[in-house]
């Protein structure tokens, strides 16, 4: 399959340009990337085309589509009177399943080919959510989550009973092995886990190398019950004590956090998920994403949907941007908004064969083709996030095949 557009590369630390080129899909991967016309005639795209890496998401609640736009709430209310209701409907396995075909096949329309999200504590749930990945040969990182305190009756699971499961997931799922899907033991945050879920968590993920995704300082009364139930000094604390930080850690939200709690994620190249559109939603305040960077935080981005209202990675990434005016600290650019939704969430994964139109890749690539004269603007890549139109979005391949097609 030959693709024809503006490719948007990698340029540099944390920024991306165009240039005019085509690439040559083969057996799921970019087998040849070219610059200049294209001399073939072209399957997809065209010279004014956007041909852009598909997006990355390292945050988003499967089970929590469909509640998107519950309205008026703060985090632990809407956790207790929306979210843990819709999410123990997931204990009926086809609903589950039913769900979770009808929330990929969302994802691939927006763009979305990659992503690291949360299932329910319910395993056969979790498991047809990590299948029906699997068929769709998206590159996703689900996890079966573990809660066993502080939650109603329905939405607790027994703590060596849901790790067993999350391991059986764990051996079932291999990135690499037999696929592009695999597990991501999933402590939900410090409130609904016991220190020795975590423990054990932390444990069973390093056994196999696995991904970890938990929450971190998204409110401040979070903070005081996590303080009450799990002590001091602070919140990374409870983390690190239980050995849950490492590189393969991706944290959602990270807002309030101690200039020490900031070091300690720096040293333990734990990952923050700033998740714009979520923190403005649940009214939780916003990440001060300057800050965190110069504490030498690695920093991704995600939709955190159904706390997040946004399926579009485009529009999160315009949300971070807006989140640095809000903070009042320097501008960031369209391009390195690009970049985050991207390539720089792939690096925040460990993925280093997703997220950028490389030879070799993995041919996960969008083809868009605004209907604005995007390439005479003042600034090309700030009039596409700015102005994004859905629409825009033509198709989506995966893994080499086309996947979302706008046409049919
Ligand atoms: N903290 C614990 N669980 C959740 C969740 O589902 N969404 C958000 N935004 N924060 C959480
Ligand atoms: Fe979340």
């Not at 690499?176 to 220190?195: E, H, K, L, W, Y």
Request: glycine share 10%; charged share 20%; aromatic share 6%.
């Amino acid at each position: 399959m030959i693709v024809e557009g503006n490719l948007l590369l990698p340029d540099g630390a944390q920024q991306v340009k165009l240039a005019l080129g085509w690439l040559r899909l083969e057996g799921g991967r970019i087998k040849e990337v070219h610059l200049g016309p294209c001399p073939h005639e072209a399957d997809a795209g065209g010279p004014q085309a956007l041909i852009s890496p598909g997006f990355i998401d390292t945050h988003l609640h499967m089970p929590q589509f469909d509640i998107i736009g519950a309205h008026g709430l703060d985090l632990l209310d809407w956790l207790d009177q929306v979210t843990f209701l819709a999410e123990t409907r997931w204990a009926n396995a086809d609903y589950a399943q039913a769900m979770s075909e009808r929330v990929l096949d969302q994802l691939l329309a927006h763009g979305t080919t990659s992503f690291l999200g949360y299932g329910t504590i319910h395993h056969d749930g979790t498991r047809r959510a990590l299948d029906a990945c699997r068929k769709r040969q998206m590159r996703a990182v689900v996890g079966q989550v573990l809660i066993d305190q502080e939650a109603p009756e329905s939405m607790l699971n027994e703590r060596e009973a849901s790790l067993a499961q999350t391991e059986a997931l764990l051996q079932d799922f291999r990135d690499g092995v037999d696929g592009r899907v695999s597990v991501a033991v999933t402590p939900r945050f410090a409130i609904t886990c016991s220190a020795q879920l975590m423990a054990q968590a932390a444990e069973l993920a390093q056994r196999y190398d696995a991904h970890i995704q938990t929450h971190l300082a998204e409110m401040k009364p979070e903070l005081e019950a996590v303080a009450a139930l799990h002590g001091g000094p602070h919140y990374t604390g409870v983390y690190q004590r239980a050995g849950l930080l490492g590189q393969r850690t991706v944290l959602g939200h990270c807002i309030y956090l101690s200039d020490e709690e900031l070091e300690i994620l720096a040293q333990t190249g734990a990952v923050a998920a700033h998740c714009p559109t979520a923190n403005s939603f649940l009214r939780s305040g916003t990440m001060n994403r300057a800050r965190l960077l110069s504490a030498g935080v690695r920093l991704s981005v995600g939709s955190d949907i159904g706390g997040g209202y946004e399926r579009s990675m485009v529009r999160s990434a315009r949300a971070m941007i807006e989140a640095t005016f809000h903070a009042g600290t320097a501008p960031m650019s369209a391009g390195a908004a690009w970049w985050h939704i991207t390539a720089g969430n792939a690096g925040a994964m460990g993925w280093s064969s997703v997220g950028s139109l490389q030879e070799g890749f993995e041919a996960d690539v969008l083809v868009i083709e605004p209907d604005v004269p995007w390439l005479d603007a003042y600034n090309p890549l700030g009039m596409l996030m700015f102005g994004w139109d859905d629409r825009w979005l033509r198709q989506t391949i995966v893994a080499g095949a086309v996947a979302f097609d706008a046409a049919v």
